[in-house]
């Protein structure tokens, strides 16, 4: 036990008094306040995912326009497009499914896309849109925002379509001019494209559509997604084209038959040649022959078609028939390319101008 001392009056303290009076209390380690996290609205997420999924299956199981299924490519584009407006109310925190979207919603939407892509590209996001808000309006009872008077459509900048320069199409024929598999297959595939036909008709062909021993010289051309089928008469240098190609194919170590399946095939494999193996084989040739890559894609040779059928006479009728177009509006399109000098010259030769 220890004594006190008094020091001047006062009491003085013992040590362990003293080591409690200078000694500072420890603190609590500090903790922060807790927050409230927001809790995502999952709600409106869940009920588009639902509705997405019952219009995919409702394109599978009914038929399109043309009474034929819908292609799973089909499907997939429009599901994507839906895909796109969905993220776009997810980030704008609309809180319900799509049946209750607005058509400000929804113009303002399109306006969002075409900041960040093409006109064309906004224009085919809409257009896939279309089915799917017709489904919502019939499923929900809702107005068909597609038909909405107030709905800003977005449309193409109408464009002559361009066309294959002469210089191009002779080079592209002279670096395909070769003995090889791929140079003899490139040459008689080109010559085919010269007539016009779309690139899936293209891979669509098989042996058996040619012929090439009647007087007139034919490959026919199978009509795909509801167009008429039709026949294209082949020219004395197709013909043999073709028949060097037949020759060529017959040697490869896959093919089974000379008579029958894909006319167009890879080499390494001997699988039917793809629409991209067709792409890619253009661009390549054309770099080949000395042209940039992008001067060239399968459908130019489609417009090159119409617009040389026109100016060497052939009646608008004819042209549709060669092309397999339904529409006249189609032979307006595809040969507005060249439509003024195609003018000039029916002038030129009827020499009004010199009767006077």
Do not use: C
């Amino acid at each position: 036990m220890h004594t006190q001392f008094r020091v001047s009056g006062s009491v003085r303290p013992t040590p362990e008094e003293h080591q409690r009076m200078t000694t500072v209390p420890s603190r609590a380690p500090h903790r922060p306040a807790r927050t409230l996290r927001a809790v995502p609205d999952t709600a409106g997420r869940a009920a588009r995912a639902q509705q997405r999924d019952l219009f995919a299956d409702s394109l599978r199981a009914e038929n399109s326009k043309r009474g034929k299924p819908y292609s799973e490519r089909t499907i997939g584009a429009y599901l994507d497009a839906v895909d796109s407006l969905g993220r776009w109310l997810t980030k704008t925190d609309h809180p319900d499914g799509f049946d209750t979207m607005t058509i400000g919603q929804f113009n303002t939407y399109l306006a969002d896309y075409l900041k960040g892509h093409t006109l064309g590209g906004t224009v085919t996001k809409q257009g896939n849109l279309r089915m799917f808000l017709k489904h919502i309006a019939e499923e929900y009872d809702t107005d068909n925002l597609w038909t909405h008077p107030k709905r800003n459509s977005y449309g193409r900048q109408e464009a002559h379509p361009p066309i294959l320069v002469p210089d191009l199409i002779a080079a592209l024929l002279k670096v395909t001019s070769g003995k090889s598999f791929e140079d003899r297959r490139d040459h008689a595939l080109i010559r085919v494209l010269l007539h016009g036909p779309r690139r899936t008709e293209v891979t669509s062909m098989q042996v058996e559509h040619l012929d090439l021993t009647s007087v007139i010289r034919t490959f026919a051309v199978i009509g795909l997604k509801g167009r008429p089928s039709r026949r294209n008469e082949l020219g004395d240098r197709d013909v043999l084209a073709l028949k060097r190609w037949l020759n060529q194919r017959a040697r490869h170590r896959r093919i089974r038959s000379t008579t029958e399946g894909p006319l167009w095939i890879a080499e390494k494999t001997g699988a039917a040649l793809k629409g991209d193996g067709i792409y890619q084989m253009l661009r390549r040739r054309a770099v080949q022959a000395g042209y940039r890559r992008e001067a060239i894609r399968p459908h130019l040779f489609r417009h090159t078609m119409a617009h040389e059928a026109l100016a060497s006479g052939m009646s608008e009728s004819e042209v549709m028939a060669k092309a397999g177009w339904k529409d006249r509006a189609m032979v307006d399109r595809y040969g507005a390319s060249m439509a003024e000098q195609r003018a000039l010259e029916a002038f030129a030769r009827s020499g009004f101008s010199d009767r006077y």
